[in-house]
Every structure is written in C-alpha cells, then in structure tokens.
C-alpha cells in the first residue's frame, strides 16, 4: 500500500480512513473520491476527485493520472435503503464493485472492499456464526455482499489479484453519521444520549447484533492489508466484531456515564425484519489465527469514548 485510490471517501468508514491512511502513508499518496465534494478534513486534507463509481472510464483514469497501486473500494448503499432501492442497490453496488475490481486489475493493485454480517441470512447458524457456513441472506444489501465476496475471491484465483476483504459488524463512530443502515441506531442512540437524555429504538429490545467502535474496525483493514499473504487461508472475507448487543445493552453502558438516561421502543418493521435475519453474534477465529485480527474497545470504553468525543462535538 504505497499510493491508495479510495472511492466513498467521504462515507461512514471513508472520512476516517482516508485520514488515517494519510497518516500513516503521507498525504499525498492518499486519492480520496466521492460523487460529491463537502467542507471535511477528509476532503481537503489531500488529493481528491469527483467520481461516480458506476463511471468505470473515469476511476481508469484516476487510477492512472495518480498511479495508484491500491483500490479501497467503499461506495455502496447499505441494507436499508437497498431495501426501498433494490435496482439502484444492485447497480450501484455491484457496477461499482465491479468497475473497482477492473481497475484494480489494470493496475495490479492490491484491492480492499467491506462485507458485512449483512451477507448472512435466517438460515445461518444464529450464534458464533463460523467463517465459512451458510449464506443465504434475504436483503439485496446481502445478496450484493456474497456476490462481492465471490466475486473478489473470483480475482483472486482467476487474475491472481491480491483481493482482501472483512465481514464488518455494525461500525460506531462519532465522525461520519451511516445512512440508510440497519445497524445506524447504534450511533443515532449515542448523539440522542448526549443531546436529550433520551432515545427511540427503532430496533426491539432482545435484538443482538454485532458491532465495533471505528477505531478498531481501521486497524482491522490496515493489519489486514499489511498481513503476510502466505498466512492467509480465507480472503474475501473475514468475520470480525468486538461486541454482540442489544439495544437495552448500550443503553444500559450509556447510564453508567449519562445517569437517568432513557431508552423507548418504536420499532420499524422494515428494519427489524432485517436485524432479524442476521446472526446475533459472529466467529472471529479465522481472522485471529490469520492475521491476528484484535480489537480494543469493548461495550463500556465505546461508550465513554464516544460521549466525551460526541461532547465536545455537539
Ligand atoms: C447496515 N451498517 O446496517 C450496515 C452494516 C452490519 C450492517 O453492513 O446496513
């Protein structure tokens, strides 16, 4: 990873990685791309270009104008508002995937894209859902993960692409606000807590999902890209979480730092059909013995990250 092409730039995961790349491999070499250009630090803190990820004859060229030898492939649309878009999630999703995995094959370049739990579905094992099992997700949002885990493995074994990827569970941070997840109650629920003491969970109580603080789910992508490829037996891609809760358990972290906060209940039947076909929590067992995938945050030092951060922000 010397020279990074990253499209979603200004997405959930991309406003943070982008920076942190930056970081880690000079400003310069870090190509942020989104449809659309704001005011963040992840937008003018270095080279950034205006691209649709349907367009493939314009992120060709961008690849080549920045010579780029990595491909961080984060546009999509996630599982909610897929649901509403089914056609425009098929062809935003996989045109793009598509497109980034063309692109990388022009420039031999080493290729990043997240899965998610979203690629499970009602007939995979619930509990410590393993690494490789059934996968017959019932959103489009999922079918659009497992034909992008497939295809990206496809790469790998056809065009010897060096393709990686991660399972991601639901992604907590205090930066970029998700839109259109199902998991998105998860940060709704923190800036809620900071703001008015209070939320309403669209998700039902006794809902497990897995999910992640930010900051781990970046070392996770960064470790995973820097791993040593003899040692990887699975690519595309790997289960990893650092928590499995219910709505009632953040609340109950977010009381500890927030006394007298409240949770209620409205459920949204569109977005609970699909936690519901989701495991309540995964296996990260390849990613550990693997590339020795590992996590920091736990439920309680999210939460106090997050309301001293959310703080100060607000
Ligand atoms: C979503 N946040 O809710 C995403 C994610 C684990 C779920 O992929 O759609």
Do not use: C
């Not at 990685?17 to 704001?38: H, P």
């Not at 899965?115 to 659009?144: C, E, L, W």
Request: aromatic share 10%; hydrophobic share 40%.
């Amino acid at each position: 990873m010397k020279r990074i092409l990253i499209t979603g730039a200004l997405g959930q995961i991309g406003s943070e990685l982008t920076l942190k790349l930056r970081e880690i491999y000079g400003a310069d070499n870090v190509i942020a791309t989104d449809i659309k250009k704001n005011t963040s630090e992840t937008a003018q803190s270095g080279p950034f270009e205006l691209l649709d990820v349907t367009d493939l004859d314009k992120m060709m060229e961008t690849a080549k104008k920045y010579k780029i030898d990595t491909v961080m492939h984060l546009a999509a649309l996630l599982s909610a508002t897929a649901e509403t878009k089914p056609v425009f999630a098929w062809n935003l999703n996989m045109g793009g995937l598509m497109n980034a995995l063309e692109t990388a094959r022009e420039m031999n370049a080493q290729f990043f894209t997240p899965s998610s739990i979203g690629a499970f579905g009602p007939s995979t094992p619930k509990h410590h859902t393993p690494q490789d099992t059934i996968m017959r997700p019932t959103t489009m949002y999922g079918v659009n993960k497992v034909a992008g885990e497939l295809l990206a493995d496809y790469y790998y074994h056809k065009f010897g692409l060096d393709t990686r990827g991660l399972r991601f569970p639901g992604l907590i941070s205090h930066v970029a606000l998700p839109g259109g997840g199902t998991t998105d109650y998860a940060v709704e629920i923190y800036y809620e807590a900071v703001k008015t003491g209070k939320y309403t969970s669209y998700i039902n109580i006794g809902t497990y999902m897995d999910m992640m603080y930010m900051p781990d789910a970046l070392n996770a992508i960064i470790d995973l890209m820097e791993a040593d490829p003899s040692k990887l037996k699975h690519r595309n891609s790997f289960n990893i979480t650092a928590m499995s809760v219910a709505p009632e358990d953040i609340a109950a972290s977010i009381s500890k730092y927030i006394p007298g906060f409240e949770i209620a209940y409205t459920v949204d039947p569109a977005r609970q059909s699909i936690a519901d076909s989701w495991p309540n929590s995964i296996d990260a067992s390849a990613a550990k013995e693997e590339w020795n995938f590992k996590f920091q945050y736990d439920l309680d030092r999210m939460t106090q990250d997050m309301i001293e951060k959310l703080r100060e922000k607000l």
